[in-house]
């Protein structure tokens, strides 16, 4: 069983358009996140919710528009894309603080999105 | 904020032993992470630090000074498999959570 999944995988799409990424975990975890890592591999955080809570939203645009429909749950929904957007987007998740912790992160496979 | 330096790139001979330093800049340390990402792949967790001192876990090692705003990732044994980008990351707690901030990752490059 997949502990974080993410789909698709691939997404190619023309500027403008408007596309969804879909995230679920089954480790039982209250905290999600969106990463978004550029062609220099630097992986930054863009949102984190818990139990379907935003939590964390970093300076990302407001065409990019997380949501939690249980905490089970993050999607992100990018409006108007534009060449700027192609990348690869995590999805993650974490227990609360606590002995799970520890254990840091589990990422998503990632989502590669090129907008052309 | 968040300042976190690793080197960009590094290559070793296999079955070498290789030291991948990271320091950091932060108002918020809560604890120090290492992750391996091999391209087209995840991230995936292979050390954490708190406290100041060594981890060790079978072939690879982690040290941290939180004085000196520093850690270090050593791998032992060297196999080409290990080729991959370490990334050395800081939790940070924020106002209403917690966060990994990630430095830009050292590309190991390991050679025959």
């Known amino acids: 069983d997949t502990a974080v999944s993410q789909t698709p995988k691939y997404l190619v799409t023309q500027m403008g358009n408007d596309k969804s990424i879909k995230c679920e975990q089954n480790l039982g975890h209250d905290t999600m996140y969106w990463y978004k890592q550029d062609s220099k591999k630097f992986l930054k955080i863009m949102f984190s919710y818990n139990n379907k809570e935003l939590i964390i939203n970093e300076t990302v645009p407001n065409r990019f528009s997380p949501k939690s429909p249980d905490k089970a749950h993050l999607n992100l929904h990018i409006n108007s894309l534009e060449l700027g957007d192609s990348a690869v987007y995590f999805c993650?998740?974490?227990?609360?603080?606590?002995?799970?912790?520890?254990?840091?992160?589990?990422f998503g496979s990632g989502t590669r999105l090129t907008v052309v | 904020g968040q300042n976190i330096d690793q080197p960009t790139e590094m290559t070793a001979t296999e079955g070498a032993i290789v030291q991948i330093n990271c320091t950091y800049q932060?108002?918020?340390?809560?604890?120090l992470f290492w992750y391996q990402q091999h391209a087209g792949e995840a991230p995936t967790f292979l050390s954490y630090?708190?406290?100041?001192g060594l981890e060790e876990k079978g072939r690879f090692s982690s040290f941290l000074s939180r004085s000196k705003g520093y850690s270090y990732l050593l791998l032992k044994e060297l196999q080409m498999k290990d080729s991959a980008s370490y990334l050395c990351?800081?939790?940070?707690?924020?106002?209403?959570?917690?966060?990994?901030?990630f430095g830009t990752g050292t590309q190991l490059k390991v050679e025959l």
């Open positions: 932060t108002s918020g340390f809560n604890g």
């Open positions: 993650a998740s974490s227990q609360d603080i606590g002995p799970g912790w520890r254990y840091g992160y589990t």
């Open positions: 990351a800081v939790w940070e707690l924020t106002g209403g959570g917690n966060k990994l901030t």
């Open positions: 630090n708190v406290l100041d």
